[in-house]
DNA sequence: CCCTAAAAGGATATAAACAGTCTTTTTGGT
DNA sequence: ACCAAAAAGACTGTTTATATCCTTTTAGGG
């Protein structure tokens, strides 16, 4: 259970690829996706993503591509996954404990918030600068 | 992302619910599916699962049900969990590093492990003991 | 021995999510 | 004007989730 999906699994990739670049210079989508082995229709739709919150930014026409929004030591491996997987979310009652009219007095309830918390920090202590190969 | 599935949280629920009931109780299927609020014909299949494993015991016939297969405080949450819902993987690659060949030199890879690690920590530190509502 | 209660097992149905492709549009550079 | 590249949206095939039947097996009680 708690499985990446494969588009988490590239959005990583792929971000983490532009990390280890310079930060002034803008990447082809299709190097990218090469790079990182990974199909660059999927790849495109996932970096739109990206770009719609601004973890990345994209120049179109002759010349453009992506790079990274901000620098790679201000964007968190939360960030990126939440950004392409939805909000850490154990149990749906995490979310939202009304939908769950057991929730008051539940005793598992307080677990998965604890998971979830757990899970948060993990992510959330880690940056691209982090994870970039070649640092 | 990493969301419970209903059969997860139904699979909790019922035996959650066993778990508050004296040791040596047999309990109608039908009666815990009507208390925990989940379809009788689904939490069967998930009952049956248990069963196989020995999480609970079942008796068939006439004054038949089920009953845990062992003490409430030496059943821990992660194995619930991982009976219904398989392995705690937050990325496949934590299976199995060879799959990816990237693995060898990949900084995502160990974060993967430690999300592993922490959750299943949470989840095993609780028992059936801890979550029943009647202690 | 038969009837009934109850779980086990298997087959099926529906819907949603996942994984990816294709086509068209917009934008920028030359 | 033309070309290069990303954006946007429609579309498809596959798999997983969420169940619901139906039949079979097992056990107890009269
Ligand atoms: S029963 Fe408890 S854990 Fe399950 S959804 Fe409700 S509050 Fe959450
Ligand atoms: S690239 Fe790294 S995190 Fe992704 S599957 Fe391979 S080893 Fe795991």
């Known amino acids: 259970m708690m499985e990446l999906t494969r588009k988490g699994e590239y959005a990583i990739r792929g971000i983490v690829y532009l990390a280890g670049k310079q930060t002034d210079k803008v990447c082809l989508l299709s190097d990218i996706a090469e790079a990182v082995n990974v ?8 970096f739109q993503q990206f770009s719609k919150i601004g973890l990345v930014k994209s120049y179109r026409g002759t010349g453009g591509g992506f790079m990274l929004g901000r620098p790679p030591e201000q964007i968190t491996l939360l ?20 939908d769950c009219e057991r929730s008051c007095d539940c005793n598992v309830h307080p677990v998965w918030q604890r998971v979830q918390s757990e899970v948060r920090q993990v992510l959330g202590g880690v940056s691209l600068k982090d994870l970039a190969i070649c640092k």
Chains 1, 2 share one sequence.
């Open 39 to 46: 199909p660059p229709t999927f790849l495109a739709k996932i």
């Open 79 to 98: 960030e990126v996954v939440e950004a392409v997987e939805g909000p850490i979310l154990p149990n749906r009652c995490v979310a939202a404990p009304t």
